[in-house]
């Protein structure tokens, strides 16, 4: 096995205060960040790993209030792959995060997503970046949020000693 791709999520719409609150927010982490991250850490250990995908969301860039939770979970799956791309680079893994902007799928509960674009179309523009090499890949409305992060790219770089 040469690729592993986390992209299980869940994404709960709910207020602070609210009875489940911690419950929900709690297999949230557990599903969106701990499960990745547990992921990474045992099959990068396998000498033929070659490529590790993460899955996050425009939302890692910016909250959507409703879902305040998950946001948190895919802003920690971001900051994440910035940093053992790095450590992994060394040993011959490269990490990829796919970002993505709302599609048209079963995401946080039927119906709530079905306005949005088709997964087809996110897939067809994503294909070519992966195959130019990009290590963020992203489309449509997420664009604008993710390049958000790349102003910190500079100070990432010099703080990390990066070329
Ligand atoms: N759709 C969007 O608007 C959007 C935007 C940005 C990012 N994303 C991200 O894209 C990824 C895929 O989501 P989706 O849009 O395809 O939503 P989806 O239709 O609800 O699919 C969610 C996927 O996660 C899996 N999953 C959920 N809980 C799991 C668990 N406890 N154990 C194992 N698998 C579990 C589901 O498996 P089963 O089918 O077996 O339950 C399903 O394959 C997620 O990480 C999501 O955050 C989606």
């Known amino acids: 096995m040469d690729v592993l791709v986390n992209n299980a999520g869940i994404q709960n719409w709910m207020e602070i205060g609210s009875e489940s609150f911690y419950v929900r927010a ?4 557990a599903i969106n960040a701990e499960a990745p991250l547990h992921l990474i850490d045992l099959f990068s250990q396998l000498p033929s790993m070659r490529t590790i995908i993460n899955v996050s969301s425009g939302l890692a860039f910016v909250p959507l209030v409703n879902v305040p939770v998950y946001c948190a979970t895919k ?5 994440l792959t ?3 791309r790095e450590q992994l680079r060394g040993r ?24 949005y674009p088709p997964v087809r179309a996110f897939i067809e523009a994503i294909f070519p970046q992966l195959e130019a090499g990009h290590e963020e890949v992203t489309f449509g409305f997420s664009e604008q949020m993710a390049a958000s992060g790349q102003v910190f790219d500079p100070a990432f770089k010099r703080m990390n000693q990066l070329s």
């Open 26 to 29: 709690k297999d949230e982490i």
């Open 82 to 84: 910035k940093s053992l």
């Open 92 to 115: 011959n893994i490269e990490m990829i995060e796919v970002i993505p902007p709302a599609l048209n799928t079963d995401l946080g509960g039927k119906g709530i997503h079905d306005a």
């Open 75 to 79: 802003a920690f799956l971001h900051s």
